[in-house]
């Protein structure tokens, strides 16, 4: 089993009363409404990060993740989907630790910024329409069961290559995809999906990066083998730096996930998961590998705030 501190348990609370950012105003989530004709509705044009909080009940301190490695995504995403002008990653960060801070969490918390075209209107394009920013923020606990290991099988739905959708951006509209590839992976009896891309390779999961081991060195495919770029994955990369485990970035057929050592998945809800089975065969011995162990356990510490070396990947927030 990991000894990383578990994540807390999301504590009961109605969702209305949480206060969410909306349209240049900090109200009530039951006050933040659009209509069924917002274009973003409509035909997914919009885009989105997926932020964590991190609470520490051993400090009484409540640590946001990587806030501006994901609003500068963000802003590249709204680039990519024609969306002028956007505010600054200032502007954001101040944005998002104010919606933070005005729902004192005394739990983790999970908060989903957003720009999406809210012109009323229907049409396919992404030219010629206005576009708004929320922020919402809720408790959320683990995503997946991190301690039991989770079982990944291949999807029949591919990746949507970058050609025709780009999965370096966090598009609305492309989760669909994923969509695909989870239910199937759940209905079928699994955990999650193992995705490839058009050509063959393995890409990621429905909603996370790919990770595994192989003669002791960590490898993970290259960003033009149609993966999101994980703000995650390259925080796992100087991890892997600083405890001294070799890295390698490049192309992993399907095939290499059934010999490996170990697996594992990471990114913003799945957090650092490993993979004890791929396809109905057991990775390395079936059970969560030293490698991958080690990793969780330094990055969970990191995210509470029990690293000083990390501290730079943390803003504190204190509620108000």
């Known amino acids: 089993m990991l000894t990383q501190q578990p994540s807390t ?3 009961p609370r109605p969702l209305d009363e949480l206060i969410a950012y909306f349209e240049g105003d900090y109200v009530a989530l039951k006050d933040a409404k659009v209509s069924i004709m917002t274009h973003a509705f409509m035909y997914g044009t919009a885009t989105f990060e997926g932020i964590r909080a991190y609470w520490s009940a051993e400090q ?3 640590y946001g993740l990587f806030i501006r490695e994901h609003l500068e995504r963000i802003r590249n995403s709204a680039k990519m989907l024609l969306m002028d002008p956007v505010p600054s990653v200032d502007e954001l960060f101040a944005i998002v630790v104010e919606t933070i801070r005005r729902n004192h969490f005394r739990e983790d918390a999970y908060i989903r910024p957003s720009f999406y075209k809210s012109t009323r209107a229907i049409g396919v394009k992404l030219h010629h329409l206005d576009h708004q920013l929320y922020v919402i923020a809720t408790p959320f606990g683990n995503y997946v069961d991190i301690e039991k290991g989770i079982r990944l099988m291949t999807s029949s739905w591919r ?4 050609e025709a959708l780009p999965a370096r951006g966090k598009i609305v509209g492309g989760y669909v995809n ?5 239910s199937e992976a759940e209905l079928n009896g699994y955990d999650e999906a193992l995705v490839l891309t058009p050509s063959g390779h393995a890409s990621e999961a429905s909603a996370a990066n790919l ?33 001294g485990i070799p ?32 396809d109905h065969r057991a990775v390395g011995t079936g059970q969560i590998g030293p490698i991958s162990r080690r990793i969780s356990e330094t990055y969970f510490d990191a995210v509470r705030g029990k690293l000083p070396q990390y501290q730079s990947w943390l803003t504190p927030i204190t509620a108000g």
């Open 178 to 182: 994923m969509a695909f590839q989870k």
């Open 60 to 62: 009484g301190q409540l």
């Open 159 to 162: 990746r949507n290559a970058d």
């Open 9 to 11: 348990a999301p504590q």
């Open 247 to 278: 890295t390698e970035i490049r192309s992993i057929d399907r095939s290499e996930l059934y010999v490996c050592d170990e697996v594992f998945l990471c990114g913003t809800g799945v957090q650092v998961s490993a993979a004890i089975e791929v």
């Open 211 to 243: 990770y595994m081991v192989r003669g002791g060195t960590l490898i993970t495919p290259p960003v033009s083998d149609d993966i999101l770029e994980g703000v995650t994955r390259k925080a796992i990369l100087t991890l892997a730096a600083d405890l």
